[in-house]
């Protein structure tokens, strides 16, 4: 048997997404209600068993991983684990990341890029603060800057990722891409995904398609599509006269996985082979109950179980939760 994780439609599995917390510093009114109930500490994987788990991934043939939240950055100790799993990059491991709503970077960055850290993703929705503040709900434009300026400083790579809101930030789009080019930052446009209960908000009023977006962008720049395969779900465009890749993620008007490459591993050691789909396997069971060594042969059947693709909806009476977890538990 291969010692790679492949699943039954021949896609290799080398990219392990980690939510490392599902708390956070944030309440984005697009990801959690304003009163979160997060869960129960002793569900939540230790640090240890993360890291546990991480290590059985690389020796399986994972060759990037991103560490997401939650805010990965407040969880206590993740320092720790990024320090562990640094150690392993030129050592099975080729890459890793995180995704961040930026507002511990400016503390961080410097730890991050001694470590291994090369790139990050850092969670941008709007240049004004009172709007960044408004959709945020707790968070601090300045600071996040600072923190993005941070980063750049000490040599990391920053991709702006900017999740598309009707009625929001439409407008906003082309000066968030001259404010991203200027600064040679990437960015990827995403549309906002059907994951969890958000409260009183309403997710078919903050839906807004890409390809609206994107014909929109379209009049203004001459946007040439380019061929960056990352295994994920952006596709990809240079814009004539900037300095800047611009991706775009659309689950709900494209399909994106036929190059599917990745799981991800909730804080509470659930993998799910989709992030659309349900199906997952319960590792911290498999971990805590049966011991390390069972953790192999259930990623080889867990991985058997990937499914071609996801089932994504969104409509304006319909049910649009097509999946219970929120972003924040399985990890943007
Ligand atoms: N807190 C970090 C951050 O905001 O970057 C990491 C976790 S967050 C869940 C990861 C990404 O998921 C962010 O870029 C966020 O904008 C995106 N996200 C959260 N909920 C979403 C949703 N319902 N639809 C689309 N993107 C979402
Ligand atoms: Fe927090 Fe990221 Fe969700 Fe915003 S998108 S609430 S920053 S986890």
């Not at 008007?253 to 396997?281: A, K, P, S």
Request: charged share 25%.
């Amino acid at each position: 048997m291969s010692n790679q994780l492949i699943d039954p439609f021949g896609r290799e599995v080398n990219y392990l997404r980690v939510s490392v917390t599902d708390r956070c510093d944030f309440r984005c009114t697009y990801c959690m209600s304003e009163n979160m109930t997060f869960l129960p500490k002793k569900d939540i994987l230790s640090l240890e068993e993360l890291e546990t788990i991480c290590n059985v991934f690389i020796k399986l043939g994972t060759k990037k991983i991103r560490l997401t939240g939650g805010e990965p950055l407040v969880r206590k100790g993740i320092l720790n684990l990024i320090k562990n799993l640094g150690k392993k990059i030129g050592n099975g491991l080729e890459e890793l990341t995180l995704t961040t709503n930026g507002s511990q970077l400016q503390k961080y960055a410097e730890f991050l890029k001694e470590n291994g850290v090369n790139r990050v993703n850092v969670s941008l929705d709007h240049l004004d603060p009172s709007k960044f503040r408004e959709i945020t709900r707790w968070g601090n434009l300045d600071l996040v800057l600072a923190g993005i300026q941070k980063a750049k400083s000490v040599g990391i790579k920053v991709k702006i990722n900017t999740v598309a809101l009707k009625d929001f930030n439409e407008k906003n789009i082309i000066e968030m891409i001259e404010w991203c080019s200027l600064n040679e930052y990437d960015m990827t446009l995403i549309e906002v995904m059907p994951m969890g209960d958000i409260g009183s908000e309403n997710r078919f009023n903050q839906y807004l398609p890409l390809s609206e977006v994107k014909e929109r962008l379209s009049k203004k720049f001459n946007l040439i599509n380019i061929p960056k395969k990352t295994g994920g779900p952006a596709r990809y465009y240079k814009i004539e006269g900037k300095k800047i890749d611009l991706g775009f993620i659309t689950p709900l008007t494209h399909n994106f996985c036929e190059t599917c490459n990745r799981v991800r591993l909730t804080c509470t050691g659930i993998l799910y082979m989709c992030l659309g789909q349900d199906d997952n396997v319960d590792l911290k069971n498999i971990l805590r109950n049966k011991g390390s060594s069972f953790l192999e042969d259930s990623l080889f059947k867990a991985i058997s179980r990937k499914p071609k693709g996801h089932d994504f909806n969104i409509s304006k009476s319909g049910i649009n939760i097509s999946s219970n977890r929120h972003m924040s538990v399985t990890g943007g």
